[in-house]
């Protein structure tokens, strides 16, 4: 399978990358690791008249700690999140997202940013992020803005990024020592795209009870679902006798929860409190013990 | 518009002219260079046959635009034996019965390549977990990790390491 044909633009800056995109406007695609968008234009269900390469644009796949956040570069591959020391120790929840994604050889080209941006909602980063708080930096001609996770997923494959827009850095808050962290994935087999995921982190007062949790579900709408109730039902409540059993009851999926050939709604209903209830375990069994 | 392209494949410098945009590295490899080592499988980045080292890693190269190797370096499974002496995990393949029909075999050594450069005495479930983005259809796996743990002893040895055993876990 070949793609249609196409002009290709290989810029090596941003302002060039954005002047393409002023120029050739929904004409143009960015192209960050190409692990979505290439196997999208050999199948022909897309086919851009411009693609604006990202390959040769360098200094945006950096990962480095700023304060008491961890700013990553678009452009780092998921391999490098995954392999990240600093990741690791601060964030390892977004490490272990980056690490399940795929399999190595589409770890070591597929970006953060390109994962991000293409917001497939199978794909592993979004609910991570979103439970994490996560900020996304949107570069134009004009300037930058800011975004948090939970306004830049719109929909189904869409985000808040502008057709002029280029997403440059990802910001996610490092992780206190005591707090308790877990993504789970649930696939058929280990590289395939999720039926379910979950991304927890629990956060303990100093008394041991626990102070807020968020426990993010992905694969089960159009954009990550915030399991509300789950987080009602663990907050304020002692960590050792928590009922995780109980908490993950209050797992809702909504009316539109999808159906297809690898899991319909009933089965992604069935499983997502199991998924919940497991990742809830893991992240308390985590708590006051530092990192993995 | 087509491009020239200057690529190093195997070590070996190739200018090759007139590149469609939209050529795939692995068609590239294949139909400029008469490299067929690096196969077609799936064509939809499921299978890994197409595994070839970019820069050093593993990629689908069905899943890469030609005109990105330009001014990078590719290898491919040609370019692992050196002097007519098989690489280790070559010879792992053979010592091990690591492969029938052979087609997934490139794809999976190019792989289990980088995957013993960042961990070089991987526990099973490692290997394992290394070689999951390559699909092999009927020698089976346990040969294939088998033939990956022979080679990793064999490279271990000859650095003085001490490999872990079956089944132990890190």
Request: aromatic share 12%; hydrophobic share 30%; with cysteine.
């Given at each position: 399978m070949i793609p249609r044909g196409f002009d290709y633009h290989d810029p090596t800056s941003p302002e060039e990358v954005l002047a393409l995109l002023g120029e050739y406007g929904d004409e143009g695609k960015l192209m960050a690791g190409g692990q979505s968008l290439l196997p999208m234009m050999k199948l022909r269900l897309a086919s851009p008249a411009h693609i604006i390469d990202l390959?040769?644009?360098?200094?945006?796949?950096t990962i480095r700690e700023t304060g008491d956040e961890i700013r990553i570069g678009a452009l780092a591959t998921h391999r490098a999140l995954e392999d990240s020391s600093l990741l690791n120790k601060r964030c390892p929840l977004l490490a272990k997202a980056a690490g399940t994604i795929a399999d190595a050889q589409v770890r070591n080209l597929g970006t953060l940013g390109g994962a991000a941006a293409h917001?497939?909602?199978?794909?592993?980063y979004s609910p991570a992020l979103v439970a994490l708080g996560a900020k996304f930096v949107l570069r134009s001609k004009t300037g930058e803005r800011v975004v948090a996770a939970a306004d830049f997923f719109q929909g189904l494959f869409q985000t808040a990024l502008q057709a002029t827009e280029l997403l440059t850095e990802v910001r996610v808050p490092a992780l206190g020592a005591g707090d308790g962290w877990e993504y789970l994935k649930l696939s058929r087999r280990a590289p395939d795209f999720a039926l379910v995921s979950v991304a927890v982190l629990v956060r303990a007062n100093g008394n041991g009870s626990c102070a807020g949790a968020d426990v993010v579900l992905g694969s089960v709408a159009a954009v990550p679902l915030r399991a509300e109730g789950v987080e009602a039902a663990l907050c304020g409540r002692r960590l050792e006798r928590l009922d995780f059993e109980e908490a993950a009851r209050a797992t809702v999926l909504g009316p539109n929860t999808p159906s297809d050939v690898h899991a319909d709604a009933a089965y992604r209903r069935e499983v997502a409190p199991v998924c919940v209830r497991r990742a809830l375990q893991a992240a308390v069994a985590r708590m006051g013990k530092g990192t993995r | 518009m087509n491009r020239t392209i200057s690529v190093k494949v195997n070590g070996k410098k190739y200018v090759e002219e007139n590149v469609e945009p939209r050529m795939l590295l692995v068609h590239f490899l294949?139909?400029?260079?008469?490299?067929?080592?690096a196969h077609v499988g799936c064509d939809t980045t499921a299978c890994g046959a197409c595994t070839v080292l970019l820069d050093g890693r593993a990629v689908k190269s069905c899943t890469v635009l030609a005109v990105r190797a330009n001014g990078h370096e590719v290898t491919t499974i040609e370019g692992l034996a050196k002097n007519g002496k098989l690489h280790p995990i070559q010879e792992g393949f053979q010592h091990e019965h690591?492969?029938?029909?052979?087609?997934c075999t490139p794809g999976v050594i190019m792989s289990a390549t980088e995957l013993l450069q960042r961990n070089p005495m991987p526990t099973e479930d490692e290997i394992r977990a290394g070689i999951d983005g390559n699909l092999c259809r009927c020698t089976g796996y346990q040969n294939i990790v088998k033939s990956i743990r022979w080679a990793a002893d064999k490279m271990a040895s000859a650095h003085g390491r001490t490999a872990p055993g079956p089944g132990d876990e890190k």
């Open positions: 390959w040769r644009v360098s200094g945006f796949d917001a497939d909602p199978s794909a592993n | 294949r139909d400029r260079l008469r490299l067929t080592g690591g492969l029938q029909c052979g087609y």
